[in-house]
């Protein structure tokens, strides 16, 4: 066997190693673990969390008392109203507010944001729907918009360009001072929705545009315009990175915006006020981001593996409680720990940040070195009584950087006599 050979099912052979192994003991090993789903009762305006323990769900409070399914449904009302009408448990009223049926359904808003689609493959191809056509159900366009250098419309079927319409629009961001070019878009592309929010566009320099089409005519604002005076400064300062846009019936979260500085900010109302998140620990590359929101209250809850952070606002937008809680990272309890000792490194090609494979490695610790030590003083042993070539050198090194990896490995190989 050639040497250049032998280095390349080493280090092939080494690095599939690096990524099943740990991938495997993890999968025998590891408990499943993730962060608690965290609510807020309307009722005793407190918080309550569903945790997955061992299989079990468990209801209780950031003190640990326990609840019984029933009394965590009458805590939440406005989340278990189904269940709380079929059995004549529901309220009609909570804090002054009148409850009905109508109202808590059109009330009611979901978001969510994971962090992989900050950084995921996609295509600058948007459909911008006829907002106002007066049919009931949206209709998807015959074409869609590219958005990069420039704008324009590509017919889907021909995959030609639509000139007329391109220059209409062309015409319509220049009037508006647009600059090219776009460096983040973001709509809802699907036609199940309640309405269509168009387009939300930055440009080169960060200005957030929204455009729309409205009976065959472009609308195209510039928040900073439009919004409040006390609004328009922040926007004019706002640079961001990502625009999630999902419709709401009640059309009062219209986006939720992350900056390049990793925040994250709602949109509001007509007057497209920018509300700030204030989170402390918030990490869009590893975070996954939900609003949720019902009568009286905004939760919005920021959740790892390692944290979770949620926050409440009532319905200006103003914080009313907050709760953190850091949980216990995998590498703390004991499968992480001997995971850091056995294997001398790991290499994952998935992120939880990235929607893209790549290459990710993360090292053991000293131990996991010490080993590496061990296994090369145990070749040396092996091979002490045969001679010595440039085959056995090699391999001493892959032992050296990749403990039993490289051990395995050579095992397997033919031997260089």
């Known amino acids: 066997m050639t040497l250049v050979a032998r280095f390349l099912l080493l280090l092939t052979g080494i690095l599939a190693l690096a990524h099943y192994a ?7 090993a590891a408990k499943p673990r993730r962060a608690p789903t965290v609510f807020y009762s309307c009722v005793e305006q407190r918080f309550l969390l569903l945790r997955s323990e061992r299989g079990e769900l468990l209801r209780a409070d950031p003190g640990g008392k326990s609840y019984t399914r ?31 049926p109508e109202k808590l359904r059109r009330e009611r808003v979901n978001l969510r944001l994971k962090p992989e689609a900050l950084d995921s493959p996609g295509a600058p191809l948007h459909p911008l729907f006829e907002s106002q056509s007066g049919r009931v159900r949206l209709e998807t366009p015959a074409d869609m918009l590219r958005l990069g250098a420039g704008a324009e419309f590509i017919e889907i079927k021909s995959n030609a360009v639509n000139r007329a319409k391109s220059e209409k629009l062309r015409l319509a961001l220049a009037a508006a ?17 309640p309405y269509d929010e168009g387009l939300f566009v930055a440009d080169a320099t960060g200005s957030v545009f929204h455009l729309r089409q409205v009976k065959g005519e472009f609308e195209l604002d510039r928040l900073a315009d439009k919004a409040a005076p006390e609004d328009a400064a922040r926007w004019r300062a706002l640079q961001p990175r990502h625009i999630h846009v999902q419709e709401q ?16 900010h709602l949109l509001v109302g007509p007057q497209y006020r920018l509300v700030t998140l204030p989170f402390e ?39 009313v409680d907050r709760y953190t809680e850091a949980l216990p990272p995998a590498t703390a309890q004991p499968a992480g720990r001997w995971a850091k000792t056995l294997f001398p490194f790991t290499l994952e090609l998935a ?28 070749y040396l042993v092996w091979v002490r009584k045969r001679p010595w070539n440039r ?3 090699l391999d001493l090194a892959a032992i050296s950087l990749g403990g039993w990896y490289g051990l395995a490995i050579s095992a397997a190989l033919p031997g260089e006599d």
């Open 281 to 319: 620990h918030y990490d869009p590359s590893q975070m996954a981001l939900t609003v949720r929101g019902d009568m009286l209250n905004r939760l919005a809850t920021a959740s790892s593996a390692d944290r979770v952070e949620a926050l409440v606002f009532d319905r200006d937008y103003q914080v």
């Open 249 to 264: 019936d009640n059309r009062e979260l219209r986006a939720l915006i992350i900056d390049t500085a990793g925040r994250a």
């Open 391 to 393: 085959g056995r050198a």
């Open 70 to 100: 029933e009394d965590f449904e009458r805590l939440l009302p406005l989340d278990n109203y189904l269940q709380l009408y079929k059995d004549g448990r529901m309220p009609k009223e909570i804090r002054g507010v009148a409850i009905t």
């Open 22 to 28: 740990p991938a495997g003991y993890w999968l025998a």
């Open 351 to 378: 992120s939880n940040g990235s929607g893209y494979l790549g290459w990710h490695f993360e090292a053991g610790n000293p131990w996991a070195w010490g080993l590496n030590a061990v296994c090369a003083g145990g």
């Open 177 to 193: 001072e647009f600059t090219f070019p776009v460096s983040v878009a973001g709509g809802n592309p699907t036609a199940l929705k």
